[in-house]
């Protein structure tokens, strides 16, 4: 049973836009029908004074239609989205169907967000990541992505605009900016106005004006042929550069004063955040440089150890220092297997070591849980982990992360390789928030995820990249 009174209140005041809510897998329309993902429908059986909906879920009237989000009134057609995996099949993602079920149009084979969370930040038209519809307001429609931006499109089909900002490319965090994961949101026209807002928001609530929809046009349309020979340069492109990227090897280099002529590795993410590295090692230390693109500086803004990796802009360096452990094969961490945060608060470095197994360890774990779980050891606070730091330019710097390899617990042999890691967390200019995440090898599920604990804190021996001892 579903109380609705707040749902009913204001409709005729949103025109064609039609509120509905999010119940599990299903929405409500405007007349309180139920919309399941299954393709069932449950309509009232009666509204009771209270205005409570009344419904009998033992008999659901079945539509076809997975996960309907919002009916024309006009015409009766209904627009539609299915959250699903990858598939170039019959698998429809966000689609209008007629009042007699013929498909009017449809996109298919979107990249569900889990698989989308290791890709590039989002741009208008590339259909991944996609959470919820937005509705139906006048003559557009749209839907959300797990990373807070909303596409707009109009109501047959054609893709208009992107609203919000990535939060993976931003370094502050505005109304433009839905800094969580983001699985709502709706596109409203109110009735008797020619203006849309969009309401939007996770842990928070907004309502933002988007300008300019009521001075869309359409243009002369025109024919663009894809041919097989396109299709195979684009192909063979994607695993050039797939290839490229296993084929970097990083030299961990003889002598502090090799350091800056040792072979890097690096990575990517947009023309504003990038970072390239390199390493060293002598008989006291492993010096890790960091030459870095970002639009915020090195500086940490969170006060808490455990977590300084929420807050972004800091140096992440990953390693396995058992050279007796099965590395390739393995993917739970064992004793020897630490990852070292670096970065700056109030001027000082500041350095955290997270340990998730220590040998012979008896005391009580740390452990982050959520609808995951990961615990650690030992997670502490290193002052003997040191930082140069210098700004190059607006929107570079480079930092040499120094770890005493007791610390580390690595004794590098020339010849020999160690499995290892590093990255970057871009954060926002006061370093409160972590706006997106790149490693030199691992590029997984939990390597990307910003918005949950216990997969920002994991390690994953098995994703890490090897360094060659010189």
């Not at 009916?71 to 959250?83: A, Q």
């Not at 596409?151 to 969580?180: Q, W």
């Amino acid at each position: 049973m579903c109380g609705c009174r707040p749902l009913a209140a204001g409709l005729d005041n949103l025109g064609k836009s039609l509120a509905f809510r999010v119940i599990a897998n299903a929405t409500v329309d405007r007349d309180l029908n139920i919309w399941h993902g299954s393709g069932d429908v449950f309509r009232p059986l009666r509204i009771e004074p209270d205005g409570r909906p009344v419904y009998d879920f033992t008999k659901p009237e079945r539509c076809g239609i997975p996960s309907v989000a919002a009916i024309d009134p006009e015409d009766g057609s209904i627009f539609s989205f299915s959250e699903g995996e990858e598939s170039a099949g019959s698998h429809v993602c966000l689609a209008r169907t007629g009042k007699d079920g013929a498909m009017m149009w449809d996109y298919r084979g979107a990249i569900h967000w889990p698989r989308a969370i290791n890709l590039p930040p989002r741009r208008p038209g590339k259909f991944r990541g996609a959470t919820a519809l937005l509705g139906v307001a006048g003559d557009f429609t749209g839907y959300a992505t797990y990373f807070g931006t909303h596409h707009v499109y109009t109501s047959d089909g054609i893709c208009v605009a992107m609203i919000f900002r990535d939060p993976r490319l931003a370094t502050s965090i505005g109304a433009d900016v839905i800094a969580t994961e983001n699985c709502n949101g709706q596109l409203v026209k109110p009735k008797g106005m020619n203006r849309y807002f969009a309401l939007a928001g996770d842990q928070d609530g907004r309502i933002t004006e988007v300008l300019g929809l009521d001075t869309v046009k359409r243009l002369p349309g025109g024919t663009l042929t894809i041919t097989e020979a396109d299709a195979k340069r684009v192909a063979d492109a994607q695993a050039t550069y797939k290839a490229g990227a296993k084929r970097q090897v990083l030299a961990l280099v003889r002598g502090r004063e090799a350091l800056e002529a040792a072979r890097p590795v690096s990575k990517s993410i947009s023309g504003t955040q990038a970072f390239e590295a390199r390493a060293a090692y002598d008989d006291k230390n492993l010096y890790v440089m960091f030459n870095v693109t970002s639009p915020a500086p090195l500086v940490s803004g969170m006060a808490d150890p455990q977590l300084v990796f929420k807050g972004g802009n800091v140096l992440d360096i990953q390693l396995a220092a058992d050279p007796t452990a099965d590395h390739p094969a393995r993917k739970a961490p064992v004793p020897g297997d630490v990852r070292i945060l670096v970065s700056q608060r109030n001027g000082k470095p500041v350095a955290v070591a997270y340990r998730p197994k220590v040998q012979g360890f008896k005391g009580q774990p740390i452990v982050f849980r959520t609808g995951n779980v990961e615990s650690f050891d030992s997670i502490d606070v290193n002052d003997q982990i040191s930082l140069e730091y210098k700004q190059l330019t607006i929107g570079t710097f480079q930092a040499t992360a120094i770890i005493p390899l007791s610390v580390a617990g690595l004794q590098p042999r020339p010849g020999t390789r160690i499995r290892m890691d590093v990255g970057c967390i871009y954060g926002n200019n006061e370093g409160t928030k972590a706006m997106a995440r790149s490693y030199w090898t691992n590029n997984g599920f939990s390597a990307n995820v910003l918005n949950d604990v216990p997969n920002e804190s994991k390690l994953e021996p098995a994703m890490w990249g090897e360094a060659e001892v010189q």
